[in-house]
């Protein structure tokens, strides 16, 4: 028997290869079939069945590309309608994979579709779950996606939830192991642990939504409890994972083409495409294509692309470090945002060269704020984070909301802004920049430097 998770940190995303004797099934893929298919091919493994445990809101899966290429079934748990041939399982239906069998376990509660996958090994003994966004390790997927206007509401599906897991997954065995879709980072849970599995058993234990005696009305409580916005990208990513899209290779065609910096200009003013520069924040400071957004391929990069373009079909132009323009266009596609149109070829020397013209954004260190002197601060961490300690003169504005509160600034002022490492206060700086704020300092440092300039509120 062979399980082999296969994790994504910019996505805190957990997919599964899992084979015995031969057969194999994959568990939510990302968007590129590639490395399942290498992965089977080393092994000499057919890929029998791709198990999607829901429609996925954070990402769009692989699943379309790799049955293409494998001829490997898709399987979807009851109520999973879709516009393209699947399985669409019975709650307790069975699937084999050499010796082992998969069984279909519906526990609706972070979507209507929901499905836990048992593991059985040859003898019929429950080894592990797939539990997708159902339980995570610390905490269980929040009820608040899949609500419809004037049908279920998010209590609703919070005490659904709350019956999946109690009938359907508590009553295993506790030394099955617990194999989720996500882990810290993901937008899909609150209190998610960074450790990606676990045992059954641990969880009832530690995990506060399992807690033994629980009441069905504490539970949604707490589950609905300090739930923040979906990011804007996630109906959209749902609506691909329901409807299909443009194969990986077609993206990837249209994407990962070198323009000349003279193609380039002219790309970006014909489609009045958004220019999206991913090289580090060091880089990016001391010199970009003006109006550029940053958004580093080195940090969350997929959930703040979707966090911060609104539009998924949005043209985008690159600027990336040499040898990272497919990586970007890949990156990109795995949160939908399949319209990438090319990338400047020798990056930001080669624009220079060309004669074309360079924004700088003026940065400092902490050693060099002197927060009195710096009458306007922007706090851009989320409120959470704010709340746990922050420069007394500081205003807090979370990076997720800062398109629509930038009316509420002052183009004609001077801001002093940071977050907790400068990763995020650089992507503001940059799409305040592009707005018209030309007086914009960026203090590019860890918080505790930065705290430590000043006594703070907490």
């Not at 419809?148 to 919070?158: I, R, S, V």
């Amino acid at each position: 028997m062979t399980i082999e998770q296969i994790y994504t940190g910019c996505l805190a995303q957990g997919a599964y290869y899992i084979a015995n004797k031969g057969e194999a099934a994959i568990v939510d893929p990302l968007r590129s079939p590639a490395p399942y298919i290498k992965r089977a091919k080393e092994a000499g493994d057919r890929i029998k069945y791709i198990f999607e445990t829901h429609f996925h809101a954070d990402f769009v899966s692989g699943h379309l590309d790799l049955a293409q290429e494998t001829g490997a079934e898709i399987i979807y748990g009851p109520g999973a309608k879709t516009d393209y041939d699947k399985h669409e399982a019975e709650d307790g239906e069975e699937f084999s994979v050499g010796d082992l069998t998969i069984k279909v376990l519906h526990t609706p509660g972070h979507t209507l579709e929901s499905t836990t996958y048992l593991l059985l090994d040859k003898n019929g003994r429950p080894h592990a779950i797939f539990t997708g966004d159902t339980l995570f390790i610390g905490d269980v997927g929040r009820p608040d996606l899949a609500q419809k206007k004037g049908a279920l509401t998010t209590e609703d599906l919070a005490g659904l939830l709350y019956d999946s897991l109690r009938r359907k997954i508590m009553v295993l065995p506790d030394d099955v192991i617990v194999y989720p879709a996500h882990g810290a980072g993901s937008a899909c849970g609150k209190k998610m642990s960074r450790e990606t599995t676990d045992t059954l058993g641990n969880q009832k234990a530690t995990n506060y939504a399992l807690r033994k005696n629980m009441t069905r009305s504490e539970f949604v409580a707490e589950v609905t409890e300090g739930l923040l916005p979906p990011p804007a990208y996630f109906s959209e990513n749902v609506r691909m994972n329901k409807a299909g899209y443009d194969s990986f290779d077609k993206v990837m065609k249209r994407g990962a083409v070198a323009l000349s910096p003279a193609k380039f200009e002219a790309v970006a003013n014909r489609e009045m495409a958004l220019i999206l520069d991913v090289r580090s924040k060091e880089d990016f400071v001391n010199g970009f294509i003006p109006n550029s957004i940053f958004i580093g391929l080195d940090g969350s990069f997929a959930p703040w692309v979707g966090e911060l373009i609104p539009d998924l079909q949005q043209p985008i132009l690159l600027v990336t470090d040499a040898g990272r323009e497919a990586e970007t266009v890949e990156r990109l596609s795995r949160v939908g945002y399949d319209n990438a149109l090319g990338y400047l070829e020798g990056g930001l020397a080669a624009w220079e060269a060309y004669g074309g013209e360079t924004d700088r954004i003026s940065t400092i260190r902490a050693e060099g704020f002197d927060p009195l002197q710096a009458p306007r601060i922007l706090d851009v961490r989320k409120e959470t984070e704010f709340e746990s300690g922050h420069l007394r003169q500081s205003t807090n504005l979370p990076l997720a909301n800062l398109s629509q509160a930038t009316s509420e600034l002052d183009t004609d002022q001077e801001y002093y802004i940071h977050c907790g490492s400068g990763y995020r206060s650089t992507i503001a700086a940059s799409m305040l920049q592009s707005r018209g704020f030309h007086r914009i300092v960026n203090v590019q440092d860890k918080v505790a430097d930065i705290l430590a300039t000043e006594s703070v509120d907490a």
